[in-house]
């Protein structure tokens, strides 16, 4: 496995822009998921893919956040008129199915400045 | 609600001593739970999980932790600390379907002395 992929790693931005993150999970994982970190904080969850099919979005993926997976491989994370308060990273992490061990990758960072 | 109390912040330990790092969670059914380690600015790595059966689980790096489920707790454990266990240790709980979501606690940042 070459591991959960994510680009970019860091990203600046000025407040109302948009901004998109990639994820490359680990190939044949059927599970793709996003978190949120900001500092001195756990993840916090995002929202969750079984192949293609959103399955379940977290109160904190307001109106301004959308996550694809359009053909069950990598997803996007978009985040639009971006906020100060976006600023965090953003985890994208893997699995195979039901019961099997979470990966993450490393971690796209936001600064909205 | 789900949720995952972290008591300590920070701790530091001499290299060579023993540690314990404190979990504490709120779940309204059996949990599956899971320690992950973070270097800075780095993703999250598995150390271990607690699924069923033997309440003392093992994991990588020489750490262990046990469920204790009259305790709510599942305390991760290491004899003897090396300096590249330096790092932000996170406590995790999530529901038997595991594999919809997890959630965290706020982490340990664990220092090391030499």
Redesign the interface.
């Known amino acids: 496995d070459t591991g ?1 992929s994510q680009d970019p790693r860091h990203k600046i931005t000025k407040r109302g822009q948009n901004v998109t993150f990639r994820c490359d999970p680990i190939s044949e994982h059927n ?1 793709l ?1 996003w978190y949120r970190q900001t500092l ?6 995002l929202t ?1 893919f079984q192949n293609e099919a959103q ?2 979005k ?1 109160r904190l993926l307001s109106d301004r956040f959308s996550a694809e997976r359009p053909k069950g491989s990598f997803s996007t994370l978009e985040i639009q008129r971006t906020e100060q308060g976006d600023s965090a990273m953003y ?1 994208c ?1 893997s ?1 195979r ?11 796209s ?1 936001l600064t909205v400045v | 609600a789900q949720s995952v109390t972290q008591p300590d912040i920070h701790i530091t330990v001499s290299e060579g001593a023993s540690l314990e790092l404190r979990c504490n969670y709120s779940y309204g059914a059996t949990p599956y739970l899971f320690w992950y380690v973070q270097s800075p600015g780095q993703g999250l790595q598995l150390l271990l999980k607690y699924f069923s059966g033997d309440t003392l689980v093992q994991g990588i790096k020489g750490f262990e932790a046990e469920f204790k489920r009259s305790q709510s707790s599942f305390n991760l454990r290491k004899p003897s600390v090396h300096w590249s266990d330096a790092a932000e240790y996170f406590c995790a709980v999530g529901p038997m379907e595991y594999g919809n979501k997890l959630v965290f606690g706020a982490g340990t940042i664990l220092r090391v002395k030499s």
């Open positions: 959960v599970r998921y001195g904080q756990g993840p916090e969850f969750y399955l379940e977290s985890l992490a699995s199915d039901i019961g099997n061990t979470i990966y993450f990758g490393e971690g960072w």
